[in-house]
T-cell receptor, first 118, second 116 residues
Framework: NAGVTQTPKFQVLKTGQSMTLQCAQDMNHEYMSWYRQDPGMGLRLIHYSVGAGITDQGEVPNGYNVSRSTTEDFPLRLLSAAPSQTSVYFC?????????????????FGQGTRLTVV | AQSVAQPEDQVNVAEGNPLTVKCTYSVSGNPYLFWYVQYPNRGLQFLLKYITGDNLVKGSYGFEAEFNKSQTSFHLKKPSALVSDSALYFCAVRPDRGSTLGRLYFGRGTQLTVWP
């Protein structure tokens, strides 16, 4: 049981390049989320998903796309990287014990991807 | 708007002394409340949560937190701090109703330093 796995751990991009941050979980959790962590800002929600085929925007979605074709995977795509997207990105998953939306447990986090855009 | 406040960017305490890391929130309804810890270059680790019931909840590594509904606070405490407790601590809340149902909102984090 690997939990939440993020790849890559580190990445340097040039402005304008695109890339995909991978996130996979093997716990059969229906909820998955992407956050970015910036100094003094805490974690801010980028996008989240309540199940395969369902995604929604969080607080800071601009410049990012997501899709959820399977329960296990939730990739985050940067369409055209900008220096403002330099950050540490975390993927998280959780589940709802009784199946009710929003009644989910604590989130399990991946180890993070440190992205630098130059 | 949903918000979580951690009023102290840094908390410094001597080993063996009690510690408190403060958290207040402004969220619709009766939210779920969480504390997470982050060690350098690592992801966030769950410490404890409050959903319902006893206002004092106990979690990992000897930490506990007290929920106060009237003050909308959820302060993290430990009776006797260890140097190994030094880390970044995040308070988080999850609304139980409304358009943001299910989302997790984080405070900005409090850096705890425990000196020997």
């Amino acid at each position: 049981n690997a939990g939440v796995t993020q790849t890559p751990k580190f990445q340097v991009l040039k402005t304008g390049q695109s890339m995909t941050l991978q996130c996979a979980q093997d716990m059969n959790h229906e909820y998955m989320s992407w956050y970015r962590q910036d100094p003094g800002m805490g974690l801010r929600l980028i996008h989240y998903s309540v199940g395969a085929g369902i995604t929604d925007q969080g607080e800071v979605p601009n410049g990012y796309n997501v899709s959820r074709s399977t329960t296990e995977d939730f990739p985050l795509r940067l369409l055209s990287a900008a220096p403002s997207q330099t950050s540490v990105y975390f993927c998280a998953s959780s589940y709802s014990p009784n199946g009710q939306r929003g009644m989910n447990t604590e989130a399990f986090f991946g180890q993070g991807t440190r992205l630098t855009v130059v | 708007a949903q918000s979580v406040a951690q009023p102290e960017d840094q908390v410094n305490v001597a080993e063996g002394n009690p510690l408190t890391v403060k958290c207040t929130y402004s969220v619709s309804g009766n939210p779920y409340l969480f504390w997470y810890v982050q060690y350098p270059n690592r992801g966030l680790q769950f410490l404890l949560k409050y959903i319902t019931g006893d206002n004092l909840v106990k979690g990992s590594y000897g930490f506990e937190a007290e929920f106060n509904k009237s003050q909308t606070s959820f302060h993290l405490k430990k009776p006797s701090a260890l140097v190994s407790d030094s880390a970044l601590y995040f308070c988080a809340v999850r609304p139980d109703r409304g358009s943001t149902l299910g989302r997790l909102y984080f405070g900005r984090g409090t850096q705890l330093t425990v000196w020997p």
